[in-house]
């Protein structure tokens, strides 16, 4: 009887640590910056140097955004990236959409899902958070990136 290797699991880590977390119920939110002082809001999060220059704050808390918003503006990336950018190969079109975050008076850029090219998507069209691989680190590691879809 020889003995038995585990097979590893499959990891999947973020491509940029503290983007995007997952609440209890499994939903991924957004994580941004929210000035205590003013309530102006920041994505990528960061938790000093509030981004509105009429006001002096410097301390921003961590809080989830908006799961969903509306397609501002959007285009379609049909050449792969240089390196050192990670493209898959074959490289595939995709779309990227700026989805506005009313609440928070945000515009977010990310990539949509595998599937809806630009001719899908419309301004003001409704959209709404998920995750997708973006590349496959050296070490094996899955690494993922917040992403848009067509809301349902
Ligand atoms: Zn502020």
Known sequence: MGSLTPV?????EPAFAGWFATDDSGDTHLIGGKCTA???????PRETNCPNPA?????????????RGTVWSYTENRYAPPPPYPSPDPFEPFAVAAVAL????LIVLGKV????????LTVGMEMELT????????AGVVRTTHAWRIAK
Do not use: H, I, K, Q
């Open 8 to 12: 590893p699991a499959a990891t999947t």
């Open 38 to 44: 003013c309530a102006t809001y920041v994505f990528p």
């Open 55 to 67: 006001c002096d704050s410097d301390t921003l808390a961590l809080v989830p955004l908006s799961r």
């Open 102 to 105: 009313e609440e928070e008076g």
């Open 113 to 120: 899902v595998e599937g809806t090219l630009a001719a899908d």
């Open 131 to 138: 995750t997708m691989a973006l590349y496959t680190d050296d």
